[in-house]
C-alpha cells in the first residue's frame, strides 16, 4: 500500500476510515471544514496535519483496528512529516490522550 495525498473526492472515504478508528468519528464535513492536508493509506488509515507560520499540528491518525500494528500509522506519520516540511514545517506537534500507549509510542 501507499501514502498518497487525499483530495476533495477521497472526504467520504476519509470520514469512514476516522468512523472505523474513532466513535465518534468525524462526518466528511467536519474533516473538509479543518482545512488541513489529508493523506491516506487507501482503506487502512489517514492522517491530516495542518502548517501555519512554520509550525505544524498533526490534528489525528486513525489506522482501522484490524490493521494496527502493522506499520500503518508509522507510514502515516512520516508522509506528514515530509508535507510539513514541504509547507515550511520547522517543528511538528501531536498531542495525545495519557492512556493512548500506542500513539505515546
Known sequence: MRVRRAGAGDLDALAALHA?????GWSAADIAA?????LIEDGAG???????SGEAEILTVGVR???RGAGVGGRLVEAA????RADGAEAVFLEVAEDNLAARR
Open 65 to 67: 483496528p484490524e490493521l
Open 34 to 38: 479543518l482545512d488541513a492536508v489529508a
Open 81 to 84: 512529516l515530509e508535507s510539513a
Open 46 to 52: 489517514l492522517i491530516l496535519v495542518r502548517t501555519v
Open 20 to 24: 472505523a478508528a474513532f466513535q465518534p
